[in-house]
T-cell receptor
């Protein structure tokens, strides 16, 4: 079946604007993750959703970042009042949970550039 | 705090020249260690999961091994299509479901 789908693939915006990034997980995957990948750095965890449980927001770098997920489907990551340091690739992943540490499967990311 | 260090940062090999990539980790109870491959402009692609010291997994020219402190990704007789960045990540028994990633090894295979 289809893998994790992210849109847009590229986004260029001016400093101070808000942006919304979208993730469609693999069908049937109950867990969804957002990571940030800055140039030359490792993937940095942002937020985790599992079913109807409260999301784990412990990785969000500031209150300008927020994310939502509708049930076990689409998720959106919103960055308000963007800053230049927000420039990065934002990656979404999904996985099954509760079955022997299933791997996270990633989309191709949204490359965000803040001018 | 969980930490993952990968070495070398970059590695250039001739086609057919075997070598190993290293992933050293510090984690408060290892639940799993993951290897991913990432091509330019793409998301990480899952390769292996290792759970306990002594475990080995193989896929084509790649073999991953695990000790209590590090993991190796051995590549045997590589081909140019094996060129990519290889990422290592750990999943802790404590805390949340996040993976902690290293910064990767950029592997280039020269024809």
């Amino acid at each position: 079946g289809a893998g994790v789908s992210q849109s847009p693939s590229n986004k260029v915006t001016e400093k101070g604007k808000d942006v919304e990034l979208r993730c469609d997980p693999i069908s049937g995957h109950t867990a969804l993750y957002w990571y940030r990948q800055r140039l030359g750095q490792g993937l940095e965890f942002l937020i985790y959703f599992q079913g109807n449980s409260a999301p784990d927001k412990s990785g969000l770098p500031s209150d300008r970042f927020s994310a939502e997920r509708t049930g076990e489907s689409v998720s959106t990551l919103t960055i308000q009042r963007t800053q230049q340091e927000d420039s990065a690739v934002y990656l979404c992943a999904s996985s099954l949970i509760g079955e022997n540490n299933q791997p996270q499967h990633f989309g191709d990311g949204t490359r965000l550039s803040i001018l | 705090e969980d930490q993952v260090t990968q070495s070398p940062e970059a590695l250039r090999l001739q086609e057919g020249e075997s070598s190993s990539l290293n992933c050293s980790y510090t984690v408060s109870g290892l639940r799993g260690l993951f290897w991913y491959r990432q091509d330019p402009g793409k998301g990480p692609e899952f390769l292996f999961t290792l759970y306990s010291a002594g475990e080995e997994k193989e896929k084509e020219r790649l073999k991953a091994t695990l000790t209590k402190k590090e993991s190796f990704l051995h590549i045997t007789a590589p081909k140019p299509e094996d060129s990519a960045t290889y990422l290592c990540a750990v999943h802790s028994n404590f805390g949340n479901e996040k993976l902690t990633f290293g910064t990767g090894t950029r592997l280039t295979i020269i024809p």
